[in-house]
């Protein structure tokens, strides 16, 4: 404990002596953007207004606008910024309507995923944001969402996820079974943003998932795990077709991230680690970590599957908090790893 105690007692120091020089340093930057946009050099004062962004999260809205107003002189960023989906067929309709509009018309976008994906192509952008909407109001999640991540190549490497139409943000980290998900995780005392985040990366919200090693649906429980988690909360004879079942798997999902969460003092790292790799795995690594804190416990993982698993829960643990919550940025330039 005393080891602790010094360590964080030195970080407090260490950002309080920084303090003087970041506020310096975002001075500089502000008349460096300031200059920059007198002088009609856009790309650059981009470049310079990024990275004062990410370099404090102070007046954010106020700089966010600013970065926002330099990429509109910018074509490739101002076409993000106003990138919009393709408007769908609506009643009235013109005569003799084909199926399709018909469908899109009346909200059976279910009934026309197949003929979405024919219809609207993965490019230019807004064509695949078009896709990806239709398909998710259609609950094609894996398909939508593979449909936006098509688009986000398109997007420059260094665009602020922000700056983002929101449609496209929430397209990316969808909430499919959202209901389901806050009251069984209520019920069960877990964290609903931890297991929204697990679902997307174990299945991209398609209940009908089955892996090779016949881990199934939603949250990918094998029928072992999900036959003792079943007993401890009464759903006796678990079948592996129930495990198909939102209600049932999401259950299941919430008692086992909840159960992991408690075991890991609610360390959201540790828990995503153990949902892939188990429990006996991540005390191990604990215990082999150099020091404390995520970025210590991370390189402590020596399967490079949980390591990256852990990465990816962890982005969109952090993106659903930025688009959906308060918790306000969260770093990073990509939106998706």
């Given at each position: 404990m005393p080891t602790?105690?010094?360590?964080?007692?030195?970080?407090r120091l260490d950002s309080q002596a920084m303090a003087p020089k970041l506020a310096q340093e975002l001075a500089m930057r502000?008349?460096?953007?300031?200059?920059?946009i007198k002088s009609g050099s856009f790309e650059l004062a981009r470049r310079v207004q990024t990275d004062r962004i990410l370099l404090s999260s102070s007046n954010h809205a106020d700089?966010?606008?600013r970065l926002a107003h330099i990429c509109r002189q910018l074509p490739p960023y101002r076409a993000v910024l106003e990138l919009k989906p393709h408007e769908f067929p609506r009643f009235p309709l013109v005569a003799n309507p084909d199926r399709f509009s018909l469908l899109l018309a009346m909200s059976l976008f279910d009934e026309a995923t197949d003929e979405i994906q024919e219809r609207y192509a993965l490019r230019p952008m807004s064509s695949a944001l078009t896709r990806s909407l239709a398909l998710n109001r259609g609950n094609a999640s894996r398909d939508s969402i593979y449909a936006v991540e098509v688009l986000m190549h398109s997007i420059p490497n260094d665009y602020l996820p922000e700056l983002l139409p929101l449609v496209v943000r929430q397209l990316l980290y969808p909430r499919f079974f959202y209901e389901y998900i806050v009251e069984d995780s209520k019920h069960f005392g877990a964290d609903p943003t931890l297991v929204l985040a697990i679902m997307r990366e174990e299945s991209r919200f398609n209940p009908r998932a089955k892996s090779e090693a016949a881990a199934r649906g939603l949250?990918?429980?094998?029928i072992t795990t999900a036959s003792e988690i079943g007993?401890?909360?009464g759903?006796?004879?678990?079948?592996?077709?129930?495990?198909?079942d939102p209600r049932v798997i999401i259950r299941l999902g919430a008692k086992y991230v909840s159960t992991l969460s408690k075991q890991f003092n609610n360390d959201l790292y540790e828990t995503a680690a153990a949902y892939n790799a188990g429990p006996h795995q991540v005390a191990l690594w604990g215990r082999l970590s150099p020091g404390a804190g995520d970025d210590f416990f991370l390189s402590s993982i020596n399967f490079?599957?949980?390591k990256q698993y852990v990465r990816?829960?962890?982005?969109?643990?952090?993106?659903?908090?930025?688009?959906?919550?308060?918790?306000?940025?969260?770093g990073g330039i990509r939106i998706e790893p």
């Open positions: 602790h105690f010094a360590y964080f007692a030195r970080q502000d008349g460096q953007v300031a200059a920059l700089e966010l606008k949250l990918q429980f094998i007993r401890d909360i759903l006796v004879d678990v079948t592996p077709e129930d495990l198909y490079d599957e949980t990816k829960v962890m982005n969109s643990y952090k993106r659903y908090a930025e688009i959906y919550g308060q918790a306000g940025p969260q």
